[in-house]
């Protein structure tokens, strides 16, 4: 594989008889990167370049992370959620966190340890597990409100002021405090302040001009940005890893070229920079927080709120290019890149909006993770959707693009009903096949149903399940939303699907 142009790179990879990769050779500029892999018999990677991966976790999870100095350890509940993570380098620990869930599933506490100081983390949700609080040492140092449809309107850090929100119809930023937003008719953002942005037809961020200074960005066949140009030169991005979209290397103008390392979950463990190698320990959702050296003394100490703005570095003079849950961060212009789309901290959103979403009925385009950043990360900015109709005979497809690669499903039955679902916490689907059944029943807004799948390997999965289509309520204004129910259920639109259907799936890993 040869990429040319602002990255010249050329990837080379040897394979084992399963067809998995056993080496990686990544050669730039007189530079190159080389790793071997190795894989266990169930075909688990149990090794990288210079370390070494430990399966002891439930389901084969990894347990250890480690090279000859360092090891990153972790640890799982009796549910199999991460629960525990220590970083130990050279006999010193830089990093330990714990987590505790609620009976939802969601992370409402955390103890973490960094360089020997013992910090306490409370969260706070409401119903719909929108992060509304945080308590530090018991102490609350952020707030959060939001609208209905998931619009974040205000937001309170420490003792500070109160910082507003307003959007329009189409959930895009107008306002946030005493900054001003503009966005385009595609729904990608133009300005900010006197901050100017320009964006391609698929939403990749071309140029930006901020406080007098102009970027540009550049991207390859695949949508990776593999560029960025600044008045100071163009600092390059390369892509070697046959198994994801994960950066493998970054060089810079000056000539620094720095490899970057990452465990099972795509979480930045190691870089190593001419020749010398770090450790970086991450918080859950990927976000650096501790880099030591060879001896165990940290490098660099970083801290962010829990939307991703930083609040401390100890040292911004070395260069981390991974920041906040493990995007390409841009401190000038204040964004992070994540796969196909760009990140506002300030804002907490998506600074883009998908239009095949849009038209998909999803209630809203620009929120981050459902506004629960505690818990999960959106390493790609993609989505899942499913498209169904069904008249007698019928069919579907659905395709669901994330960082670790895509799949395709179709579907052939007998039913009757229409629908297109987006899912923006979707998974890939695994290879296979598999029959079931599904009903539904809808009245305006509102629907229930049921559904039930046996796949190939016998297993037998669904149940019933109720929605309330938020996107079409919100459609509306307040006083057509009186009208329509003050009329009764007759203006109600009713509906019903109902299918019988065999399906088979495809999946393929980057």
């Given at each position: 594989?040869t ?11 040897t394979f ?7 080496g990686?050779s ?10 071997a892999l ?5 075909g688990?990677l149990t090794?990288f ?9 439930p389901?084969?999870a990894?347990?250890q992370f ?7 350890a972790?640890g ?11 970083q130990?380098v050279?006999?010193?620990t830089?990093?330990?966190a714990?987590?505790?869930y609620?009976l939802?599933?969601r992370?409402v506490?955390?103890t973490?340890t960094?360089?020997g ?5 409370a ?6 597990g ?5 308590r530090?040492?018991g102490a609350?140092?952020?707030r959060y409100?939001?609208?209905?449809n998931?619009?974040?309107t205000?937001r ?10 307003t959007?329009d119809?189409?959930?895009?930023l ?7 937003y ?12 006197s ?12 140029q930006?001009t901020?406080?007098g200074q102009?970027?540009?960005y550049?991207?390859?066949?695949l ?6 140009t ?8 390369l892509?070697g ?15 620094d070229?720095t490899?970057?390392?990452?465990d099972?979950?795509?979480?930045l ?13 991450t ?16 490098v ?8 991703g ?5 100890s040292n911004?003079?070395?260069d981390?290019?991974?920041?906040y849950?493990?995007?390409l961060?841009d401190?000038?212009?204040?964004l ?6 760009d990140y506002?901290?300030?804002a ?7 239009p095949v979403l849009f ?8 929120v981050?993770?459902?506004n ?5 990360r ?7 959707i499913s498209?169904?109709i ?5 069919g579907?497809v659905?395709?669901?693009?994330t960082?670790?690669g895509a ?9 009757v ?18 029959v079931?059944?599904?009903a ?5 807004p509102f ?11 016998g ?7 109720g929605v ?15 009208e ?5 259920l007759?203006k ?7 299918k019988?259907a065999?399906?088979?799936?495809v999946?393929?890993?980057?």
């Open positions: 594989m990429a040319t142009g602002a990255v010249l790179a050329t990837a080379s990879y084992d008889n399963n067809f998995l990769p056993t990686l990544l050669a730039s500029a007189g530079k190159t990167v080389q790793a190795t894989w266990d018999k169930d688990l090794g370049g210079p370390f070494t991966l430990t399966r002891g976790g389901g084969g990894l347990s480690k090279d000859t100095v360092a090891t990153t972790y799982y509940d009796t549910l199999a959620r991460p629960a525990t993570r220590t130990q050279n006999g010193q830089p990093y330990t714990q987590l505790s609620d939802s599933g992370i506490g955390k973490e960094v360089g100081v013992n910090t306490t983390y969260y706070g949700y409401d119903p719909g929108q992060l509304t609080e945080v530090r040492n609350v140092t952020e409100a939001y609208d209905a998931g619009n974040r205000s309170q850090l420490g003792g500070g002021a109160v910082e507003t929100a959007y119809r189409q959930d895009r107008r306002q946030r405090g005493a900054v001003t503009q966005f385009n008719s595609d729904g990608f953002l133009t300005q900010r302040g901050d100017t942005f320009q964006y391609s037809t698929r939403g990749q961020l071309l930006a901020v406080g102009t970027l540009t550049g991207y390859d066949g949508g990776r940005r593999i560029s960025r600044d008045s100071g030169g163009t600092t390059q991005y892509y890893d046959p198994a994801s979209h994960l950066i493998t290397a970054v060089r810079t103008p000056n000539g070229f490899t970057l390392y990452y099972t979950a795509g979480l463990t190691a870089l190593e920079r001419n020749g010398t190698r770090y450790y970086v320990a918080d859950q959702v990927g976000t650096p927080r501790v880099v030591s050296d060879a001896t165990g003394a940290s660099k100490v970083l801290d962010y709120d829990s939307f703005n930083l609040t401390s570095d911004p003079g070395f981390l290019p991974l920041g849950a493990g995007g961060a401190t000038v212009i204040g992070i890149h994540f796969g196909f789309r506002d901290p300030a907490g959103r998506w600074t883009a909006r998908d038209a998909s009925g999803q209630g809203n385009l620009y981050y993770v459902g629960s950043p505690i818990g999960y959106d390493p790609s900015g993609l989505f899942c498209v169904t069904y008249a007698g005979v019928g579907g659905s395709t669901c693009i960082d670790e799949s395709v499903c179709g579907e052939l039955g007998l039913g009903g229409a629908g297109a679902e987006p899912d923006r916490f979707g998974d890939l689907e695994e290879t296979g096949t598999s079931g059944a599904e539904a029943a809808t009245l305006g629907e229930v149903g049921t559904g039930y799948s046996l796949d190939d390997k297993c037998l999965k669904g149940g019933p399940k309330v289509d938020l996107a079409d309520l919100l459609e509306e204004s307040s006083t057509q939303l009186a329509k129910f003050s009329g009764g007759g109600l639109k009713v509906g019903l699907e109902a019988v065999a399906k088979g799936c999946q393929g890993k980057w």
